[in-house]
């Protein structure tokens, strides 16, 4: 893969960056079949993809599986889709050969409007002065390069495997073992502990945003569902990765720590009670998103499933306990509807009976794991309620938590 090397941020060159560049070629070595892998979330391109990106003056051979197909380099120009994303197939993100550096590489395309060509730069950057404190790469993931592809900013990383909720998914939502969690969570936590010493905070942390390094697998049984299934049936058996090695990705809404932010980050299910009560956030939202994805990573699904404030601190009340008189009296003005004669409005509020029964059906934390954990619940649970502690004040801290018995005890054992 041929493309201009950029080694600083270039802030200056925003929006005024020439339209033409140097052309573009992407090289497939001839294999027997391309791997379709997971990136950010979303579905790597095969190589039938890679065709719509080559440069009209470059021949440049793409193996479509056993088939050899000679092009012209690059398309002529086409309008983006209505959502101005490149069109190259169903793609958003590829995975392409690096002729230069003979890897796989893949490339995240960014849509082809200034609001996202912005956050793009500022995740360059955020990209840029990770790696130069992670000197070993084992955090987060790599940049290897960037350029500017007619109007869209393309960012190529180091190719890694599936994300947390794909894999999730592809194993039909079944928990990883115990063990795994504990040394997912420690790498978790490290990353993260390690951005907030740069005084960084993510904001965005999901399973999708968190990418297995291997794709490799192996299948055991799955002692849950052997009782009355035939080692034939497929379900007998679930996925574990071959390795527990994670790297962090998606930085495009990481932040510098500053007073007074207020805004909504986070998505839904992991977002911290201090933001939807419009209290302003800091590092600690960071950390109550890791618990919520430590629990899903135990249980297969999403500690709070919903889509509306009130039945989420509803579901946090549910799962948690009451949230504190201090944190409800001051919440904004966009979040004072939640709140009624000093507690949280509900279930008077609850817009459905079918949102009452949502959250009554939850069960508390501890039964919750326990339900799932067969080893280490109660170290486990102390652990998830220091990471979900309500007053993020109160919240334990990333470095605080590698610290706690779960991880400690098991480091002893070894």
Avoid at 143 to 157: E, S
Avoid at 353 to 372: D, F, G, T, W, Y
Wanted: hydrophobic share 35%; proline share 5%.
């Amino acid at each position: 893969m041929e493309t201009e090397r950029v080694t600083e941020f270039p802030f200056a060159y925003l929006d005024r960056r020439p339209r033409k560049r140097a052309r573009l070629g992407w090289d497939v070595p001839q294999a027997p079949k391309a791997q379709v892998g997971m990136f950010c979330g979303q579905e790597l391109g095969n190589v039938t993809s890679y065709a719509s990106l080559m440069a009209p003056s470059e021949t440049s051979t793409i193996s479509l599986f056993d088939k050899e197909v000679t092009r012209n380099g690059s398309p002529p120009w086409r309008e983006d889709d209505k959502d101005g994303h490149y069109i190259a197939k169903w793609v958003k993100v590829l995975e392409c050969w690096d002729r230069e550096k003979r890897e796989m590489v893949a490339i995240k395309i960014v849509r082809g409007i200034k609001k996202y060509r912005e956050a793009a730069m500022i995740e360059i950057e955020v990209l840029q002065q990770l790696g130069k404190h992670d000197k070993g790469g084992n955090r987060c993931v790599q940049l290897r390069n960037w350029f500017d592809y007619r109007n869209h900013i393309c960012i190529v990383f180091e190719k890694l495997g599936p994300s947390l909720y794909d894999f999730l998914k592809k194993n039909n939502y079944r928990s990883f073992p115990i063990d795994l969690v504990r040394e997912i969570g420690r790498q978790l936590l490290e990353c993260v502990a390690f951005m907030h010493d740069l005084r960084l905070i993510h904001t965005d942390l999901k399973p999708e945003n968190i990418l297995l390094v291997s794709q490799d697998y192996i299948k055991v049984p799955d002692y849950n569902k052997s009782s009355s299934r035939s080692p034939k049936d497929s379900s007998y058996f679930k996925r574990v990765p071959k390795s527990s090695a994670i790297k962090v990705i998606d930085f495009g809404s990481t932040t510098y720590e500053r007073q007074d932010q207020t805004y909504i980050v986070s998505t839904r299910h992991y977002r911290a009670p201090e933001v939807i009560l419009g209290l302003g956030w800091t590092y600690p939202c960071d950390v109550w998103s890791i618990g919520c994805i430590l629990v899903e990573l135990c249980t297969g699904e999403a500690l709070f499933q919903t889509h509306e404030n009130l039945e989420h601190l509803a579901m946090m009340e549910r799962v948690l306990g009451s949230l504190p008189q201090h944190m409800l009296k001051r919440a904004d003005r966009h979040a004072e509807k939640y709140v009624r004669r000093g507690r949280l409005d509900w279930p008077e509020g609850a817009a459905s009976r079918e949102s009452i029964r949502a959250v009554q059906k939850l069960p508390r934390l501890q039964n919750l794991v326990m339900q799932h954990v067969d080893h280490s619940a109660g170290d486990l649970i102390h652990l998830l309620q220091g990471l979900l502690r309500y007053d993020p004040s109160d919240r334990l801290s990333a470095r605080e938590a590698l610290r706690h018995s779960f991880f400690t005890k098991d480091s002893l054992r070894r």
